[in-house]
């Protein structure tokens, strides 16, 4: 069939149209194949080498994040960058400790759950992931790695964020 005079299309040329249209799609596919699949490559590799940035060893300025925290309290804050979530903890034993606050999973906030457990928990909430609030390390759900530490003073003005570690085995 082929087009009439009133516009309508015939099966004969949708057929001709449908023929041409697979042979771009092809094109089209193949080239789109290609390019992700490089760019999953080429993403995995600068992972690997550890191009992108995420939380480790390091130092940074001093940021004061509290002038005090209380047993069984946190504090969020930024360190050692803008983008970099973090949360300060005061356990109720006293000890304080500090985390990245960015799942080592999949990049999803990190909660403090203070009525869970002898010394609260840290929970990701978007696969349930489970830290141990007193070293970082997973005690739950899928996350590969412990969170990453922050180095937190206490001094008579403060308390201060003054650098990063990877787990608390780098310390």
Not at 3 to 21: F, I, K, N
Not at 125 to 139: I, K, L, M, N, Y
Not at 157 to 163: E, H, L, P, R
């Amino acid at each position: 069939m082929t087009t009439h005079d009133s516009g309508v299309d015939t099966p004969d040329a949708d057929l001709d149209r449908l023929r041409a249209d697979d042979l771009t799609s092809r094109r089209d596919y193949l080239r789109i194949a290609v390019t992700v699949s490089g760019g999953l490559a080429v993403g995995g590799i600068a992972t690997a080498a550890g191009l992108f940035h995420r939380h480790g060893d390091g130092t940074a300025e001093p940021l004061r994040i509290a002038e005090r925290i209380e047993p069984g309290q946190s504090v969020a804050f930024a360190y050692p960058g803008e983008e970099d979530r973090a949360v300060a903890i005061r356990l109720a034993d006293g000890t304080l400790v500090a985390y990245s606050s960015i799942c080592t999973h999949l990049a999803c906030g990190v909660l403090w759950r203070a009525d869970r457990g002898d010394h609260g928990e840290l929970y990701c909430p978007c696969h349930e992931g489970v830290f141990d609030a007193r070293t970082g390390r997973v005690t739950g759900g899928p996350p590969p790695r412990p969170l990453p530490r922050v180095i937190v003073e206490e001094r008579t003005d403060g308390i201060y964020a003054t650098g990063t570690a990877r787990s608390v085995e780098a310390s």
